[in-house]
């Protein structure tokens, strides 16, 4: 076979586009090769950006406030699963740095239209639309289109631009910037936590819409191409549940491990998962169709048929996922599934995150049965599953009305507002709502959860077991930081997670990387680029006040398990023993004894200059 080869970082446009919604101008910088060589793509590069420009304690919901729209080396070329994109900025619901990871062909448009990244800064004076095609941005009225949900403000926003465009907006809860709200590409992908919506809503944008037409090239397509072709005839024979139902498959697996988040956490067992089973929900209410991400052979998105809470005569799609139905299922102690496919419908038009509504929620089912909040604080009884209400408070949050205002700030800062021991029940790290993985059932992996950079995370590598916390946890740390930094690699290539399951392990991601940019990545550096980015989001926090005080675990997760598998155990087998994996993780990353980055680890990874 004839290989094509071209230069070298071809695969890179070279180019970060800014944009200022303050002036409506614009303007195209150089991104020099040595910071493409150091940080890559998606996260890398992103991190690179909001810590050298993002000035210490700016209000994430202030004009000064970034979004780093990013695309990675590999986008728009024929590599395994890489229809992804992210986005870099800072949260409004924690302070701290934030990435999100999200599907759609939002990246590829950026790249097609010439540029690696767009930095979106300043604060439209009207609702505004961006429109990036090519060299040519438009700032596109959206007056019309405020106030709109995601499925309605979507075509809308297709029809400012011709066929092939991608679109990403917000939704009624982004507009009203509370810190639970997402942006939503293509309807179906959420760029969820941290509240990127709200961010998108402090600038007056409804929505980004991306159109190209350059090609995109690399280095040695023809390797990138025997990759994926490979993966792909893999993946064909492969015969995984993964593959039947996506991840509606994991709440049975994640149950046996304890490990199924129950009642606002009370447990990680749900005696009634079965209601839940892939199988019986796919039979009942499947509808068949896939929105998934582009260049995707793995299909994950499922869609199931509900009724539209919001107008019940409709008939509609609700695409529900693993995280989903832990949240806002058995989080909330509903086994009935068309109550999770509505929750789940409410969250995606308004543009809120299922995982820290559902934490929300079940947060505040779980102070109406302590008697913190009463039937006349919410308006109505709210024990832990029922249905109805819970579809009640979430559009209560959605509208900041009556209690739904409080609450709508998310946890931590509800239970401060509403104090009597709620903080108590109030399960977050760094102020943002856990995801559907009890750390109590399985070892070691609550440091992964404290460590996180923007808080509770299960995007953040876990150590490599699946056994139970009853004994320590200290050895397992050097896997956690390994799988933390593929994972960093994962979402720089902007290729999906869940390739674990084609597989596609680690150097054939190595290898499609090198293929695209011509460079001679190895294991080794590529973990020194792991290492790299952790710090640089670590200073970029410790810039915002974080130390060691603040890696750690909610209050829950040393209550000892109340029932399944793992009855009896916390998250670790002690206090110290918590301790002491803390110490290793900071050994390994290079920061001293307060979590603090090292001058000499600056310096070995090379961004001493940086700082
Ligand atoms: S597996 Fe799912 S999340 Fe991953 S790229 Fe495919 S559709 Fe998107």
Redo the contacts with the bound molecule.
Sequence with gaps: MEVQKVMVRECWKKKILRIDLSEKSTKVDKIPTDILDKFIGGKGIGTYFIYKELKEGINPLGPDNILYLLSGPLQGLPAP?V??WSIVTKSPKTGLYLDSHI?GAVGREVKRSGYDVVAIKGRADKPVALVIEDDLIRFESAQHLWGLGVYEATPKLHEMSGSGSSVYAIGPAGERLLTNAVGCCEIA?QSGRGGIGAVLGSKNLKGVVANGTQKISAHDVDTIREINARLAKGWKERDVPFKRY?TTFLPEISNELGQYPTRNFRSGYFEEVDALNAEKIKEKYGLGN?H??P???????HAFETENPLNPAEKVESMVEYETLGLMGSNLGISDPRFVFKLNYICDDYGMDTISTGGIIGFAMELYEQGILTEDDIGFKLPFGNGDNALKLAKMIAEVEGIGEILSKGVETAAEEIGNGSENYAVHVKGLEVPAWDPRGRRGMGLSYATADIGASHLRGWPATTEAPNESAVDLVESMVDARNEKILTDSLEV????Y?LPMPLDDKIDALNAATGLKYDRASIMEFGRRIETLTRLFNVREGINRENDILPKRFWEPEISGPREGMASFVSREDFEKSLDRYYEIQGWNDNGVPTDESLRELGIAGLV
């Design positions: 699963n229809g992804r599907g992908h996506g896939h998934s991400c260049h995707c052979v793995m299909r994950c998105t999906c997670h869940f390739t399951h």
